[in-house]
């Protein structure tokens, strides 16, 4: 992302652009819609109603035409939900831009939560919540975050609670529509061959909103959970599956990129020392990795891994020996320098795809960051030294503050208690 222009509307809408070299351009909008703006009894309507503006709306009537829209000029078409935003993108030939703009500003503007759709939709949320049940080396993050969080927006699943997913009614859609799809919580984001101008022509023609004003707020971060170290979801596996890790930095936090080096030379790639040293030399797992998880104002830092069932023990003592090496032997300037390259070559590759651009840009203009070129985080990766990462290592690696999530067969807390010592 070499150069960006920004424009925000007398209605509060933003637009965001960024001018690469690419026959495709990628449309997506983001709006301040994740779970975190729920309460419990409608735990999963941001991600559930991310599904029900794909059922039609007023120019593009069901499913059927929405597609067939997209697939008729070989778009990429789909949708996400986070916990602070949702977003809806089309990646198409540029030439085909009007089809992107046409069917994206339907579907948010005017969808019909029609009640038939909504009640068919249940059972393909159900489908989805049985998939990522059935998946641990997915469903393993969520509960850690649940651990982490607490019973706090931040600590549940954007998919949701069954009870919500049987039972939400095309008032309560409307009703959260009308609460967040507003001008001012929403991100106009562009990447590709085309230029700022042409983008506020196309925005000013198809995205007239109903609504202009944000009427929901998200929950204030309450803290971590500091009641529970360890979280087992008993299941017949052949693979046991571990996330144990800490609170970490916020989005945007002066360290961020300290920890995020870190969390590479640690366990970001095939060369980490979590690799080398708990799957090549023990063989105790197939994958494992490091990886820092940030949000507005709070954060974690974690190693997932699926180990042999049979040598559990070893494996928690093993990932928690790699914490204890962090401090007593931090990160070498040979270990950081080779982090660096890493984490400023996987940006690089990112940054040329028109997709990546525009998730980078909208993201940072919804939620207040500052837009950084790349040679800006350039900059902040250049300015981490070994000394900022021995420090951080002593913020974050605390004893007291770890946790532990665990998928697999019958085990109790107490059996990863006694394993989780420095």
């Not at 000013?204 to 087992?232: C, H, L, P, S």
Request: hydrophobic share 35%; net charge negative; aromatic share 10%.
């Amino acid at each position: 992302m070499k150069s960006f222009q920004q424009t925000t509307l007398d209605n509060g809408l933003r637009i965001a652009t960024s001018t690469i070299p690419s026959d495709s351009i990628t449309l997506l909008v983001l709006v301040g819609a994740g779970s975190r703006y729920e309460e419990l009894e409608i735990s999963g309507i941001s991600h559930f109603i991310e599904h029900m503006f794909f059922k039609g709306a007023s120019r593009f009537q069901n499913t059927k035409e929405v597609s067939e829209a997209i697939d008729g000029v070989g778009g990429q078409f789909n949708a996400f939900t986070g916990k602070e935003y949702a977003g809806y993108y089309v990646k198409l030939a540029k030439e085909n831009k009007h089809v992107a703009f046409d069917v994206v500003s339907d579907m948010l503007i005017n969808p019909k939560f029609d009640p038939a759709e909504i009640d068919k939709e249940r059972g393909v949320i159900m489908e989805e919540l049985n998939m990522y049940q059935d998946t641990p080396m997915y469903q393993i993050g969520w509960d850690f975050e649940k651990l982490m969080f607490g019973d706090q927006p931040m600590g549940r699943d954007q998919i949701g609670t069954k009870t919500l997913i049987n039972s939400v009614t095309q008032e309560q859609f409307q009703k959260y529509h009308d609460e967040l799809y507003s001008t001012d919580n929403t991100v106009i984001a562009v990447s590709g061959n085309i230029e700022h101008e042409e983008i506020l022509q196309l925005v000013d023609k198809y995205f007239q909103f109903n609504i202009t004003e944000k009427k929901r707020t998200w929950a204030k971060f309450e803290g971590y959970n500091k009641d529970t170290k360890v979280i087992i979801q008993k299941k017949k596996t052949e693979q046991a599956h571990l996330c144990i890790g800490f609170p970490g930095y916020h989005t945007g936090h002066d360290d961020f990129y300290a920890e995020k080096l870190m969390s590479i030379a640690l366990g970001g790639n095939m060369s980490s020392r979590m690799f080398l040293n708990v799957r090549e030399a023990q063989g105790l797992c197939y994958y494992i990795h490091s990886t820092v998880d940030d949000y507005t104002d709070c954060g974690h830092f974690s190693t997932n891994a699926g180990v042999d069932v049979n040598r559990i023990d070893q494996a928690v003592t093993s990932i928690i020996n790699e914490y204890k090496q962090l401090l007593e032997n931090p990160i070498t300037e040979k270990e950081l320098i080779k982090s660096k390259s890493y984490l400023y070559g996987k940006l690089v590759i990112g940054l040329e795809d028109s997709q990546e651009v525009a998730h980078l840009l909208g993201k940072q203009v919804l939620l207040g960051e500052g837009v950084k070129t790349l040679e800006d985080l350039k900059k902040k990766i250049d300015a981490v030294t070994v000394e900022d990462i021995a420090r951080v290592a002593q913020d974050i690696i605390k004893p007291e503050m770890m946790k532990l999530a665990y998928i697999g067969p019958e085990r109790t807390e107490e059996s990863f208690l006694e394993h989780m010592v420095f």
